[in-house]
């Protein structure tokens, strides 16, 4: 059984950073591919970042190129997704997710998925 807890979500002003993070309990987390997503209040969930296991190649929603990072301490079973000059429209609730497979920005591909941690920015 695959576990996803994130952390590291607030409330923080236009212009602001934060880091979540998402601790994996799973077996050669490693192979993994994991996968930041986020839903806003009244839309539907998007892909926001997404990193593969092995090489770690990383893929990025248009909307958050150039101010979202995400990364992976493979030894602490963890992935991260740095965030800098937010905006009120990344106002979510935020979502880890993992998947054996290749890199993938469909959430339909991911088989595990996290409880979420709120990101709220203010104007």
């Known amino acids: 059984q695959v576990q996803l807890v994130e952390s590291g979500g607030g409330l923080v002003q236009t212009g602001g950073s934060l880091r979540l993070s998402c601790a994996a309990s799973?077996?050669?987390?490693?192979?993994?591919?994991m996968g930041w997503f986020r839903q806003a209040p009244g839309k539907e969930r998007e892909f926001v970042a997404a990193i593969s296991g092995g090489a770690g190649r990383t893929y990025y929603a248009d909307s958050v190129k150039g101010r979202f990072t995400i990364s992976r301490d493979n030894a602490k079973n963890t992935v991260y997704l740095q965030i800098a000059s937010l905006e009120p429209e990344d106002t979510a609730v935020y979502y880890c997710?993992?998947?054996?497979?290749?890199?993938?920005?469909?959430?339909?591909?991911?088989?595990?998925w996290g409880q979420g941690t709120q990101v709220t920015v203010s104007s």
């Open positions: 997710a993992a998947v054996q497979l290749r890199l993938t920005t469909n959430g339909r591909d991911y088989n595990y």
């Open positions: 799973v077996r050669a987390f490693s192979t993994y591919t």
